[in-house]
């Protein structure tokens, strides 16, 4: 079986797409083993010698951090912070979420600045080997002090608390421990600490998010193309001398996809009475490169944020020194997921707009795509479905990371609220698939007008296995069936990672 090994080795987002692609399992380097012993051995042996507060280590925390704990009550402290902090509530974070999660926080606990031992790392390893996924809500976090309540909820079963999902099953974490004939992780000091401080469920958000805007980014290209060729759109809008002399990335790269969609299409080269297409058409390249050129400031931002230890205090051996900053805070991540929204958003926007034309009865195509309109309202309604969707997608956009609160009686008075800025972004990314999906639905149909000129190889291979699962529209029918196998169509289908991220 593959595995993927936790190391000092930079960790990239295509890594992750391969682990979860691979569903590999996890293990740490002799290096990464080593600088975790290390940093736990340099504690205990600062705890022997030093009585002075050293925060969240033996000392209270948030305001409390001027109260001193003494040395016999550290792992108490410790079961106490993760259990007080477990107040999360709302829906539940899905599983391909707290799968990252643990893979996250392992990563982050393996540079050896956090103090945890050994034996907590290796038994997160085995929840994410094993499929352990710990209960977590999605209401709680403000995105400062680290992901506090979200991650405590992980890390509950390490103390024989809370409950997992095994095996599609939500079992109590006692009952599981019995099953691996695991004991509970004695908490050392500082330990709850590194486990509830730190990123991991604004970044596990993220990177869930940005993987699957990679992959749709990539669909709006395709889908759009279909959208061209069914509507008998222009081809001149995407030859690369226009873009050249505007030279965005996302732009360039854009345009050359469509390009590379539309070769040897007949369609694409029939004579057309039209000068120009709209801008849902013509500006493609335009609008879908910009959210591409966003994706990639919001890549860069993620992979320096699963690269870096993220809980507090930090410690530092060689230098001798246990620093107490700010790592924990979700600013950066707060603005690049609100920025991810924002791109994504204008993505279904565009597509929606598309849709709109398709079914506007131009270009020789029938009103609303369907023989007989009237006595069959054809495919009416779905852009009504579509434009619900994009409108909540602009309500949504509305920045997270703009507002703050104070917390903990004033210690803790800047906050970004990068959690609710994750959760809010997926619900815009899902949105953006069942608008793609509606596209797809209405591109597909309106080619099927244009018979018997056939659209480019690729393209027809997609159509042919697309028609799989969504026969063409004859008559009316319960179109929600429709847009819901369009949308497993679209998730079902695997996209080469050098194609997702190019």
């Not at 979420?97 to 540079?111: A, E, F, G, T």
């Not at 007949?266 to 959210?291: N, W």
């Not at 890549?299 to 246990?322: A, C, H, L, Y």
């Not at 997270?400 to 972004?425: F, R, Y």
């Amino acid at each position: 079986m593959t595995k993927h090994t936790i190391s000092s080795k930079r960790l990239m987002i295509q890594d992750i797409h391969d682990i979860l692609l691979h569903n590999m399992k996890l293990e740490l380097s002799e290096d990464a083993t080593e600088k975790i012993k290390k940093c736990r051995a340099y504690l205990d042996n600062k705890m022997e010698k030093e009585s002075k507060p050293i925060y969240g280590i033996n000392t209270g925390f948030g305001s409390l951090c001027n109260v001193k704990i003494s040395n016999e009550n550290l792992t108490k402290l410790q079961e106490n912070l993760v259990m007080s902090h477990s107040c999360g509530t709302g829906e539940l974070v899905p599983n391909d979420v707290i799968k990252l999660m643990l893979l996250l926080k392992i990563q982050s606990l393996s540079y050896g600045h956090s103090g945890v031992q050994l034996e907590t790392v290796e038994r997160l390893i085995s929840f994410y080997n094993e499929e352990i996924y710990p209960v977590i809500y999605t209401q709680g976090s403000l995105g400062a002090s680290g992901d506090l309540a979200p991650l405590a909820h992980l890390a509950l079963p390490l103390i024989n608390e809370g409950d997992v999902w095994y095996k599609n099953e939500r079992i109590s974490a006692k009952e599981l421990n019995k099953k691996f004939g695991w004991s509970k992780i004695i908490l050392k000091s500082k330990e709850g600490l590194a486990l509830l401080n730190g990123t991991q469920f604004m970044s596990a958000y993220g990177v869930h998010n940005l993987l699957k805007s990679y992959k749709l980014s990539y669909f709006a290209d395709l889908i759009g193309t279909l959208s061209l060729e069914g509507f008998d759109g222009n081809k001149s809008p995407f030859l690369s001398l226009s873009h050249m002399i505007r030279p965005h990335n996302g732009q360039i790269n854009t345009a050359e996809r469509i390009l590379e969609f539309l070769s040897d299409s007949e369609l694409i080269e029939q004579p057309t009475k039209q000068v120009q297409d709209p801008y849902s058409f013509r500006c493609m390249p335009q609008v879908h490169g910009a959210t591409k050129d966003t994706l990639s400031f919001v890549k860069r931002t993620f992979e320096t944020e699963i690269n870096s230890v993220t809980d507090n205090p930090n410690i530092f051996i060689e230098e001798d020194m246990v620093i107490s900053a700010g790592n924990f805070h979700g600013q950066p991540l707060a603005l690049a997921l609100d920025y991810l929204a924002i791109a994504m958003s204008e993505i279904s926007s565009i597509s929606e707009r598309r849709t709109y034309q398709l079914i506007s009865g131009l270009r020789g195509l029938p009103a609303f795509l369907v023989n007989d309109p009237g006595l069959n309202s054809g495919f009416m309604i779905p852009q009504y479905t579509a434009a619900s969707i994009v409108s909540m997608n602009k309500q949504l956009c509305s920045p997270s990371s703009v507002d703050s609160i104070v917390s903990s009686n004033g210690q803790e008075d800047h906050v970004s609220m990068g959690a609710n800025a994750a959760t809010k972004a997926k619900t815009v990314v899902d949105n953006v698939e069942r608008v793609l999906a509606i596209e797809l639905l209405n591109a597909t149909q309106a080619i099927e007008f244009r018979r018997p000129l056939r659209t480019s190889a690729f393209l027809e291979s997609i159509i042919e296995s697309y028609r799989t699962a969504v026969p063409f529209v004859g008559i009316d029918r319960i179109l929600h069936d429709d847009i819901s196998n369009s949308v497993d169509f679209l998730r079902s289908m695997e996209i080469e990672a050098d194609m997702m991220f190019a």
